[in-house]
């Protein structure tokens, strides 16, 4: 199976995404750990939402890719809110990051056709 560098580069940060981001919501918060996790986690995250615009080989964007903005501006915000000490809207955001991209992960493998359900199925 021939899998396209972007489509692997995706898969690459996504998995460990997902496990530092359980990680991270589990572990006690505010600690030196928790924050280099959560940057960590922040760089994957962005990295799994962008990589996605460039898998599609038809260069068409679909109703997954509102997954990845949505991503992409909760990071963001989140980042930014705990800059400015806004802890709720800080954690808001970044578990609703994680909740959304484990809910897409989940949609992307239900889907027949796609590469993630071809390999799980």
Same mark, same amino acid.
């Given at each position: 199976?021939?899998?396209? #560098?972007p489509?692997?580069?995706?898969l690459?940060?996504? &998995?460990?995404?997902?496990?530092? *981001?359980? %990680?991270? %919501?589990?572990?006690? !918060?505010?600690?030196?750990? @928790? !924050?280099?996790?959560? /940057? %960590?986690?922040?760089? #994957?995250?962005?990295?799994t939402?962008? $990589? $996605?615009?460039?898998?599609?080989?038809? =260069?068409?964007?679909?109703?997954? @890719? %509102?997954?990845?903005?949505?991503? &992409?501006? $909760?990071?963001?915000? =989140?980042?930014?809110?705990?800059y !400015?000490g806004? /802890?709720?809207? @800080? &954690?808001?955001?970044?578990? *609703?990051?994680?909740? *959304?991209t484990?809910? $897409?992960?989940?949609?992307?493998?239900? &889907?027949?056709?796609? #590469?993630f @359900?071809?390999?799980?199925?």
């Amino acid at each position: 199976m021939d899998i396209a #560098l972007p489509t692997l580069i995706h898969l690459f940060v996504v &998995i460990p995404a997902i496990v530092l *981001g359980l %990680l991270n %919501l589990a572990m006690e !918060k505010g600690t030196r750990i @928790h !924050k280099f996790i959560g /940057r %960590l986690w922040a760089v #994957l995250m962005l990295i799994t939402a962008f $990589s $996605s615009f460039f898998i599609q080989p038809t =260069g068409s964007l679909t109703w997954l @890719h %509102l997954f990845a903005i949505l991503i &992409i501006v $909760s990071v963001v915000a =989140g980042t930014y809110a705990i800059y !400015k000490g806004n /802890r709720r809207v @800080h &954690i808001d955001c970044m578990c *609703g990051a994680y909740i *959304g991209t484990v809910i $897409s992960a989940v949609v992307a493998a239900s &889907i027949p056709g796609r #590469l993630f @359900h071809t390999m799980l199925f």
